[in-house]
């Protein structure tokens, strides 16, 4: 027995699909010689203050002696991170316990929004502790006091 081949259906000829370029009106802005950009001020970056931060109890759990200090997640990017005033404790990570600092990096113990409402609070809570104790490192202004 011969067999042949599959023949495959015809399909009518399309017309051709003609595409009209886009005519978009395009609107220029006038930069003034006068404009300039916002100065951005440098992050503080201060050892002393970091260890000044890590000594306190951690703000959330209140376990006292393995703080670590925690950055603020808020104002940073592009690869620089908070500035170190922008910072408060949070506990590091034991043997069979995951530590806080790690929890709220993670986005595990707050959604982002509840985060963006604590941080500002911990850190100027932290900024009076530090203060009170009197472990301010010299020659880094006080934020509370400028104006």
């Known amino acids: 027995m011969k067999r042949s081949g599959f ?5 009518p000829e399309r017309a ?4 009209k370029p886009l005519v978009v009106p395009v609107v ?21 203050y970091r260890r000044a931060v890590a000594a306190l109890p951690c703000i959330e759990c209140k376990v006292p002696g393995i703080s670590q200090c925690a950055h603020a997640n808020t104002g940073k990017g592009a690869g620089i991170k908070a500035s170190d005033l922008d910072s408060f404790p949070l506990c590091a990570c034991q043997p069979g316990r995951p530590g806080c600092h790690a929890k709220f990096d993670q986005g595990a113990l707050f959604s982002k929004a509840v985060r963006r409402l604590k941080e500002p609070a911990w850190v100027s809570d932290t900024q009076r502790k530090i203060k009170a104790l009197g472990l301010w490192p010299e020659g880094i202004p006080y934020p509370h006091e400028q104006g």
């Open 7 to 11: 023949k495959r259906p015809q399909r």
């Open 16 to 19: 051709p699909i003609v595409h």
């Open 28 to 48: 220029y802005a006038v930069i003034d010689d006068q404009v300039s950009a916002a100065p951005k001020s440098a992050p503080v970056r201060s050892e002393a």
